[in-house]
DNA sequence: CATTGTGAAGCGTTTCACAGCC
DNA sequence: GGCTGTGAAACGCTTCACAATG
């Protein structure tokens, strides 16, 4: 067992943006480029500099003065404080449109995230294969978890059963769900919930659009990540 | 011609919760609930009540003390406060795995974000139908836009295409961008842009369910709209 | 001497706490 | 009496500005 040691507490804001800047040093990685100053993450992120070197510097002061960042060095660095040294198997619940679409979709695997199973209440759903994954029934899940040691569940279910999708869940042992149901999921204490919605995101983008009408301007946050409207 | 009052500015914060109420209030307005509490409304939303109380603020004073909130009325005023008292078509780029399942997904028509086109660059997909629309190619882009005055337009081709899209869809007119790839897009000042990445998503969970690893507890916080761990 | 790392100021958001009102 | 509306305090995040330094 390896010692963990004491783990700074990193602001919520910063986790949302390290997976960014993390893409951004794997491509550059893959640039051949092997330093990078936070003005320049900056850019490629379309962040503002200093909060680029604040939020690295929560991992360690891993920069050199005059010189800028290691990128092999940085993307070692975020990986392992995000905990991606290694996979973590997801399960997805729902086979509709939605649970066809994420598991059939390459890049979870590819990030780190394989699909560890999908699966469905409807019996005419059983069995067909999504993404190499064959469908199973909900009440495998149990099963699945444990065997595969899932931790973190996907909810794709409508909306009507995501509540109940994470119930079981959370009974199955899943300690983290990412929620693509327009529903607000009641979980326990000790259960992260993330969601994605896009009825939201589009109306959030009503919002300003309705606004731009005759007035000039608008700049709009997002999810977290302080991605905004930018030049 | 309504004369348009002067606008409140709404805070960011606030504009992405009000997609949440109003979700909540419909459903309640469904279930034949003419009054809700701030209380009751936040319970609901998995927020806090003074939370709810100064969001709605910001609306104006459509509560009345001892009483609460009349559900229809809300929903009224934050719908209008939305621009969601007309429909906004949709221009979709990329019929791949994703792009099809949006449009394949009915809630977007439903929601007030008719699909107005699905174009792709790749001629193989033209023609095919998805969710009733036929598969168009990404130069009739513009004509789509002009003909359905679409001003959203959903990004979901593969991460080396989708700056490209963006900046199609910019020049045809579009002014609010939904982006599903995970890339950081730039675009000119004034048009806004959120995001939607699942692979980011998961990382963040990723971060959490680590550091639970001989911690006992966590809270988590997500997309704007304010919704994390709960009982 | 370019660039990091970071105190401190600034700003937006959340929460408290209670006066105001039905 | 119960619940809203809102100043004010508390909090967290962002940005500034500059000393530290390879």
Known sequence: MPVERVRRRIPE?????????LR???EQANLEVENISSEGLAELAGVNAAKVRKDLSYLGSYGTRGVGYEVAFLVYQIRR?????????????????????LAGYGGFGE?????????????AKLDSVIGGVRVRHID?????VQSRQVSIGVVATPPAAAQDAADRLVRAGVTSIL????????????VSVRKVDLAVELQILSYYEQRRVGVGFHAIGSNDSGRGASA
């Open 24 to 26: 951004i040093l794997v």
């Open 179 to 190: 929620n693509f149901a327009p529903v607000v999921l009641g979980v326990p204490h000790g």
């Open 111 to 123: 990030r780190g995230f394989p699909v560890a199973g999908v699966v469905d209440i409807d019996p």
């Open 13 to 21: 804001a910063t986790v949302a943006r390290l997976p960014v800047y």
């Open 140 to 144: 495998d899940l149990g099963q699945i």
């Open 81 to 101: 404080e995000l905990g991606l040294t290694h996979d973590w198997p997801v399960v997805i619940v729902g086979a509709g449109n939605l649970g066809q679409a």
